[in-house]
């Protein structure tokens, strides 16, 4: 992988200790199998320089946001009680041998190195997962385009399938709906019927408990008619006996 490995912070740790850490990383790099980028040493023109800086790697860096004077200058760092430690001085951090071997040297070696052989690595990766390789199952070469028209028509048999089986359980979900809503039309229909029989059952009561008020008003009325029948007939004959003994005196 395109690592290039750098200590951040590196004014925290003195210079042997620094020393000390750095081979310690690179042991434990080595040692764990993790491949590193490496400045290029086949090409004469930086050939020297790109294995001096091989040597230096961990890179150990400092960075800061502050311009401190020194001198008659301002520079780019970090001011401490004991005194300065600055950037862009190779004496102090290897920031600036970062910025050359990075921008100004590799930079091209280090695109086209991720471009034609990490990316590319990584995308062949990917095509024989999804199933696209180089040779068939006898180790035969053959092109791209037939892998490419094998997984076309697995891919529509598959979308075939999953249509199919939407379809089905589409169908198969509209016929519970339907059954569930005659079922609940059903138990509507059963209700209103008893709910009717209720209403009829209590209308025929309440019917009747109208007729037999009707016949006891009926009876009641009849035997007030004749209460004051009795009551006027029992008047009259009071009234006319004071005037048979007033006749009867004369």
Known sequence: ???????????????????????????????????????????EAVAEINSVMNAHLPFAVVGSTEEVKVGNKLVRARQYPWGVVQVENESHCD?????EMLIRVNMEDLREQTHTRHYELYRRCKLEEMGFKDTDPDSQPFSLQETYETKRKEFLGELQRKEEEMRQMFVNKVKETEAELKEKERELHEKFEHLKRIHQEEKRKVEEKRRELDEEMNAFNRRKVAVETLQSQSLQATSQQPLKKDKDKK
């Open 1 to 43: 992988v395109n690592i290039i490995p750098i200590i951040a912070k590196a004014d925290t740790i003195s210079k042997s200790e620094l020393h000390k850490f750095k081979i310690k990383i690179m042991s434990e790099l080595v040692s764990n199998g993790v491949q590193i980028y490496q400045f290029p040493t086949d090409d």
């Open 95 to 99: 920031f600036v041998k970062l910025r």
